[in-house]
Each structure stands twice: as C-alpha cells, then as structure tokens.
C-alpha cells in the first residue's frame, strides 16, 4: 500500500510541476487571475471597457486587440488562445486586450456581429479593417486551427504600428491618405 501511495503522490506532483511550467507567466511574476479574463488569459491585464482600452492605448501606444465572443461560445477557440504561450505573451507585453460581449461601435463591426470576433485598433482609434482571418465571409472571425494565423495578425498589427509612428516621425506634413475613422478626429 505505500509503495502505491508514493507512486500516486509522484504522479500527482509531476502533474503539478508539468501544468506550472507549461503555463505562460509574465516577466513581472504570478498575477492574480481576473474576472475580466472570462478564461481567455487569466494572467493577462484586461481593460475593463473600450473607454478604458482605448486610452491605455493611447497612453503606452500600444495596438488593442477586442476579442468579441458569448459566454457559451467557442470553447475550442479560448482553450487554444490561452493556453498558447507565444500568443499570450505577446499579447502581455505588446497589446491592450478586451473582450467583450456586445458593442453598440459599429466601427468595431466591419462586415456584422457575429461572435467570435477579433478586431484591431491602433492607438490613434484606427480600426484595422486590414488585419483579417482567413474566412471570406467572418473576416474577424478565427478558429482553434488559426492560432498561426492570429499570431500573423498580432505581429502585423504591431509592425503597422511601429511604421506609423515612423512616418509621423519622418514625414510630420506628409499628405499620405488616412482612413476616413482616422481623418475625422485629425
């Protein structure tokens, strides 16, 4: 019998050890898990409203993911998002994140409401219509088999950042065209 109790502790302990290392953690340490996270990143620090999403935007100029879902909703698609370790530190690190349930911003709707959705805003409230999945008819919408493609995603939302602030920079009288959401707050 307590050779059977040892073996069991073992295993239990090696389950324990395997879950912990496989789990992103951020460079700050062990974060207490949010309500706000619905269980798609629980050590990440999601904004409660789009109010507050845009103006941490715009405050560490960082691009914004809002994740539109349902409760009940594609639990397939929030298992592989959080448990993606690249995916989740990069949204850590370089991203404002919401998620959401509704949204009377039809901005924030391109092409309908259909959940899942993942839309992009850079911090000057551009909605990045350019930044699409791979599925003609739910431009925003991305599957548990996507996750590539939504690191894609990140990583353009990021590089389009990073060339805008650039050609602020460099050219600050260019007359390159802005999107229409963008030209009416210029």
């Given at each position: 019998?307590?050779?059977?109790?040892?073996?069991?502790?073992?295993?239990?302990?090696?389950?324990?050890?395997?879950?912990?290392?496989?789990?992103?953690?951020?460079?700050?340490?062990?974060?207490?898990?949010?309500?706000?996270?619905?269980?798609?990143?629980?050590?990440?620090?999601?904004?409660?409203?789009?109010?507050?999403?845009?103006?941490?935007?715009?405050?560490?100029?960082?691009?914004?993911?809002?994740?539109?879902?349902?409760?009940?909703?594609?639990?397939?698609?929030?298992?592989?998002?959080?448990?993606?370790?690249?995916?989740?530190?990069?949204?850590?690190?370089?991203?404002?994140?919401?998620?959401?349930?509704?949204?009377?911003?039809?901005?924030?709707?391109?092409?309908?409401?259909?959940?899942?959705?993942?839309?992009?805003?850079?911090?000057?409230?551009?909605?990045?219509?350019?930044?699409?999945?791979?599925?003609?008819?739910?431009?925003?919408?991305?599957?548990?088999?996507?996750m590539n493609v939504l690191?894609?995603n990140m990583k353009k939302?990021?590089?389009?950042?990073?060339?805008?602030?650039?050609?602020?920079?460099?050219?600050?009288?260019?007359?390159?065209?802005?999107?229409?959401?963008?030209?009416?707050?210029?």
């Open positions: 019998m307590t050779r059977a109790a040892a073996s069991l502790v073992l295993v239990l302990v090696l389950v324990a050890l395997s879950s912990t290392f496989t789990k992103y953690v951020p460079k700050s340490g062990q974060r207490i898990p949010q309500s706000l996270s619905r269980g798609w990143g629980d050590q990440l620090n999601w904004a409660q409203t789009y109010e507050e999403a845009l103006s941490l935007s715009r405050s560490t100029n960082k691009p914004l993911m809002v994740l539109f879902h349902l409760e009940d909703c594609s639990q397939s698609l929030k298992r592989a998002l959080a448990h993606d370790d690249e995916i989740q530190r990069i949204l850590d690190e370089d991203f404002v994140v919401l998620n959401v349930m509704e949204t009377a911003d039809k901005n924030l709707s391109p092409d309908g409401k259909y959940v899942p959705r993942i839309v992009f805003v850079d911090p000057s409230t551009t909605v990045r219509d350019d930044i699409v999945g791979v599925y003609p008819n739910r431009l925003y919408t991305y599957e548990s088999k996507d690191l894609d939302a990021k590089k389009l950042l990073k060339f805008s602030a650039m050609s602020r920079r460099t050219t600050p009288t260019s007359t390159h065209s802005l999107p229409e959401s963008t030209a009416a707050e210029v």
